[in-house]
């Protein structure tokens, strides 16, 4: 997955993921405008293995991430993997999937939870607990977390996501996952993540540490 080489940057003419343009209004009479980019919404899951008292979560490598870790002297056309090992953009994120289509959140989530983790989990079983704005700066998709319980009889799949994706399923115990959010960072993981984790340390940890 670390294995990153012949980064290169070229210009974005047209993409399925990105639509930026300009929005223009006027504010108490006066003229204004910002500039947008439309995305797609998503869909995350706290994955919680009772029989191995364990978060399940993924690791993968994030071209944004990683491009955000090299020096901006450095961000040219080609960049130095050697200097810059994709070690760097790795992430620890939840089970996670983006709205791309004409499902409802739950199904989403339950495809997510199939490919990603390779657990099969009842739609009943899953809990919708909130919903967040992913950013609100240039784009304001919505991030809806499912929180689910499951157990190793529950796991009919590998996972590690399809096509191409090379996801790797990373369990954490509750202490671990204490450890890690009380650390200074930087974290490599999104908000909509952390607040998740906050949500299940506050919300749930409690009845599985005895
Ligand atoms: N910009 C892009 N360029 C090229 N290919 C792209 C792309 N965006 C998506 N794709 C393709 O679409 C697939 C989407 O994968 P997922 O549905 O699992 O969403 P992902 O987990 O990456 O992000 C979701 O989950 C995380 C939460 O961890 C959210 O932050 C994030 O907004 C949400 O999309 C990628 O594997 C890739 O093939
Ligand atoms: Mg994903």
């Known amino acids: 997955m670390e294995d990153i080489r012949n980064v290169r940057l070229a210009p974005l003419k047209d993409s399925n993921y990105l639509k930026p343009f300009r929005f223009l209004y006027t504010q108490n009479g006066t003229p204004k405008s910002w500039d947008l980019l439309g995305v797609h919404d998503s869909v995350g899951i706290i994955i919680y293995n009772i029989t191995r008292k364990v ?18 002297d450095n961000r040219k056309d080609t960049i130095d993997t050697d200097k810059y090992p994709g070690s760097l953009g790795t992430t620890l994120e939840l089970c996670a999937g983006i709205v791309d289509k004409n499902k409802s959140l739950l199904e989403i989530a339950r495809e997510e939870a199939l490919e990603e983790c390779g657990y099969d989990i009842p739609a009943d079983k899953m809990e919708e607990i909130a919903t ?12 809806t977390v499912f929180f689910c319980e499951v157990t190793d ?8 996501g399809i096509e191409n994706e090379l996801i790797e399923i ?6 671990e996952m204490e450890e ?30 005895n």
Request: hydrophobic content about 40%.
């Open 170 to 175: 990373v369990e954490k115990t509750i202490p």
């Open 132 to 143: 967040c704005r992913s950013g609100v700066g240039e784009q304001s998709a919505l991030f």
């Open 55 to 72: 978060l399940v979560l993924v690791k993968q490598f994030r071209p944004a991430v990683y491009y955000s870790s090299v020096h901006p």
């Open 180 to 209: 890690m959010m009380n650390s200074p960072g930087p974290l490599a993981s999104p908000p909509g993540f952390l607040y998740a984790i906050m949500w299940f340390l506050h919300h749930k940890a409690g009845k599985y540490k």
């Open 153 to 160: 009889d529950m796991k009919t799949g590998a996972g590690g």
